[in-house]
Nanobody, 116 residues
């Protein structure tokens, strides 16, 4: 059983930056595709970014492309989301996800608030 713990959320002004971290334990981290999702109040959870097990392939939602960067450190069992040029519409709870075949794990989420 894999456990995921996100950190790094907080409040920031528009144009600011935050880096989210997601630490995994209890499994072989590198075999999973890692992703970040977010859910704003009153909206459905949406996909933000994902990265392959080796870290060689990444993909982004159009809404964050060019502003967010996903990365992973398999030696530390951690996946990151660097968020730059933050906008108020980025305000949401951000969730980390690991997936492989029928295995699908989620963290508890970390709040990101972008407001002046």
């Amino acid at each position: 059983q894999v456990q995921l713990v996100e950190s790094g959320g907080g409040s920031v002004q528009p144009g600011g930056s935050l880096r989210l971290s997601c630490a995994a334990s209890g499994g072989l981290f590198s075999i999973y595709v890692a992703g970040w999702y977010r859910q704003a109040p009153g909206k459905e959870r949406e996909w933000v970014a994902r990265i392959s097990g080796t870290g060689g392939l990444a993909a982004y939602a159009d809404s964050v492309k060019g502003r967010f960067t996903i990365s992973r450190d398999n030696a530390k069992n951690t996946v990151y989301l660097q968020m730059n040029s933050l906008k108020p519409e980025d305000t949401a709870v951000y969730y980390c996800n690991l997936v492989r075949a029928q295995y699908d794990y989620w963290g508890q989420g970390t709040q990101v608030t972008v407001s002046s």
